[in-house]
T-cell receptor
């Protein structure tokens, strides 16, 4: 069964600090991995998408890494801001349809002043 | 509109009632998806439309759930004889294509509460 596990479940950091969120998956065959940011009460918004051949992808202060051999990904947030407080969801696609993917349960990040 | 629009944003109903949730995708997006998200969990796939047809409804939990997209644009998710376990946020997403790298654009969801 395809699974996506995220850790930690929740995280609290101080504004300006960095943090790293983890994603382990057992989705096969691997197609791509995406990270989404979901603010409370809103729909998820795409941050990055990575295919098999990509190791790193950045989007502003967000940097995602992918190790397809160990089936792990991380999302690193640099110089956190209060607006980074949200749930971060890892999504892995197995086939040719981007929408029929396996979603992780997310990491809830709280950035405090 | 510029984004995916979902209505109602909140719906409270009684057990056993019928509910309809509407999704208006981004204009021109042929692929449309419905997901269900329970508190503290990631979205769970329900059904996918390519154009007017339901290309994959394998995620629908049972026959009380049904969705249509008659003209290939707006979609309606219909839930009959609602149960308390149906309480969740129902998310809709659309994509320009259904290919593996098609970016998904999500609506803000419809929060359903079944009393």
């Amino acid at each position: 069964k395809n699974q996506v596990e995220q850790s930690p479940q929740s995280l609290i950091i101080l504004e300006g600090k960095n943090c790293t969120l983890q994603c382990n998956y057992t989705v096969s065959p691997f197609s791509n991995l995406r990270w989404y940011k979901q603010d409370t009460g809103r729909g998820p918004v795409s941050l990055t998408i990575m295919t098999f051949s990509e190791n790193t992808k950045s989007n502003g202060r967000y940097t995602a890494t992918l190790d397809a051999d160990t089936k792990q990904s991380s999302l690193h947030i640099t110089a956190s801001q209060l607006s980074d407080s949200a749930s971060y969801i890892c999504v892995v696609s197995a086939g040719t349809n981007a929408g029929k993917s396996t979603f992780g349960d997310g990491t809830t990040l709280t950035v405090k002043p | 509109g510029a984004g995916v629009s979902q209505t109602p944003s909140n719906k409270v109903t009684e057990k056993g009632k019928y509910v309809e949730l509407r999704c208006d995708p981004i204009s021109g997006h042929t692929a449309l998806y419905w997901y269900r998200q329970s508190l503290g969990q990631g979205p769970e796939f329900l059904i996918y439309f390519q154009g007017t047809g339901a290309a994959d409804d394998s995620g629908l939990p049972n026959d009380r759930f049904f969705a249509v997209r008659p003209e290939g644009s707006v979609s309606t998710l219909k839930i009959q004889r609602t149960e308390r376990g149906d309480s969740a946020v129902y998310l809709c997403a659309s994509s320009l294509s259904s290919g593996r790298t098609g970016e998904l654009f999500f609506g803000e969801g419809s929060r359903l509460t079944v009393l």
